[in-house]
């Protein structure tokens, strides 16, 4: 039972241009939404998150959305730079306790 | 300051064997996560523990698996008489108290042949 979706496997951007990674989720409870980013044999890094009382957040060249009626949110990298390459996983939470992660998008950003 | 530290690395193991886990967590840290992923799928939750209060052991997939923290410093994840559908990479996260952003460790690369 896959809570949190991220539909799109991998994603080509040229250098420069925006990235935009979508997630989706089903459960109406979550309330706390993260991104992160991985490296090969590392383990995930916390980019980015928003709490469900606001509908951005930004930070630098990143920016999440969230569109709670449709159980939707994304990232926005821009401009996109090659050291962005990396997969990229959002997860969310209702309570703090359990984290339900989506599958990933390997995102590889072209020079 | 140093991060989340996770031992071995990588560990092969026979099936039927049992393997132990080790996690470091960042030094004042009071959460402590464990998770699995296995090729191409998402972090699967298996245990959280915070503080002094009882985990939440809701995510351990079966009775083969288990975890223990001392006070708020080392956890370590035990599996029983492995199977080969252990196989995964084991994270292990940990957290300041009221905040939601977890620090993850390398991973340990389980492979049950």
């Known amino acids: 039972d896959q809570q949190v979706k991220q539909n799109s496997p991998s994603l080509s951007v040229q250098e420069g241009r925006i990235s935009i990674l979508n997630c989706d989720y089903t459960?109406?409870?979550?309330?706390?939404f993260l991104w992160y980013k991985k490296y090969p044999a590392e383990g995930p890094t916390f980019l980015i998150s928003?709490?469900?009382?606001?509908d951005k957040n930004e930070d630098g060249r990143f920016t999440v959305f969230l569109n709670k009626s449709a159980k939707h949110l994304s990232l926005h990298i821009v401009p996109s730079q090659p050291g962005d390459s990396a997969v990229y996983f959002c997860?969310?939470?209702?309570?703090?306790?359990?984290?339900?992660f989506g599958t990933g998008t390997s995102l590889t950003v072209i020079p | 300051g140093a991060g989340v530290s996770q031992s071995p690395s990588n560990k092969v193991t026979e099936k039927g064997k049992d393997v132990e886990l080790r996690c470091d967590p960042i030094?004042?840290?009071?959460?402590l996560y464990w998770y699995r992923q296995r090729l191409g799928q998402g972090l699967e939750f298996l245990i959280y523990?915070?503080?002094?209060?009882?985990?939440?052991k809701s995510g351990l997939p079966s009775d083969r698996f288990s975890a223990e923290r001392t006070g708020e410093s080392v956890s370590t994840l035990t599996i029983q008489r492995t199977q080969q559908e252990d196989s995964a990479v084991y994270l292990c996260?940990?957290?300041?108290?009221?905040?939601?952003?977890?620090?993850f460790g390398p991973g340990t690369r389980l492979t049950v042949t």
């Open positions: 523990f915070q503080g002094n209060s009882a985990p939440d």
């Open positions: 030094s004042g840290h009071t959460a």
């Open positions: 928003i709490s469900s009382i606001k």
């Open positions: 997860a969310a939470s209702s309570t703090g306790n359990q984290f339900y």
């Open positions: 459960n109406s409870m979550f309330d706390y």
């Open positions: 996260a940990s957290s300041l108290q009221g905040y939601y952003e977890q620090y």
